[in-house]
């Protein structure tokens, strides 16, 4: 038990996620054959985890995120190291880095009470039950990021960050300046990206 958690009742859910995956629905997130992107993605990956490697408890995946491309379109990608594959998911901004809403993330902030969305490395830590149900906390790793805690910034499931929003409005709903996915897909953020892992957030243009 960690803050609350069930940590069997947890994989519990993965597990259910994961059979639900096997079932004919919409995809939000995909693994690729290799291409230009991907390959840009695991060098930035790599580079980063050598920056930040004492930071790290797991060195095997690397989150990266690249808010160059709007939030319509798989933005967060899983970068496996080890076997050299990137598998991509949808993931919300803040509302203060998109006053305009209109899907594209403007600026950034690492300021408390800003809403916006702070670029930079942040390492995962412990899930633990919050607004949204289970969360991972983050650890800020640069002076982009320091206020991380004070603001509160987590990864966590929302319904706003569903793919059925795309159908409806085009783009996704915005945080508050978390990294909020799509319910179904963030039993994968749980299962590999917690837990001492790197998360890396820029506008990069990978697109």
Known sequence: MKN???????LAGVAAGSAAALLPSRVSAATYYPNDQHRRVLE???????????????????GIVDFALPSSLPRL???????????????SHGRGSDPEHDGFLKTFSNEVGSLATSRGAYVTWEWYKGKYGTSIRLGGLEPDNSNVLDRAIVM???WYANPAMLEKWGKLGRSDGC?????ADFNEALWHLSGGRLLYADRLGFG
């Open 4 to 10: 609350g958690i069930d940590r069997r009742s947890v």
């Open 156 to 158: 966590h499931p929302a």
């Open 44 to 62: 930035l990956a790599a580079q980063q985890l050598e920056k930040h490697r004492a930071s790290l408890w797991r060195t095997d995946i690397v």
């Open 179 to 183: 990294f909020a996915m799509g319910e």
């Open 77 to 91: 990608h899983f970068a496996n190291l080890e076997r050299g594959e990137v598998r991509s998911f949808l993931v």
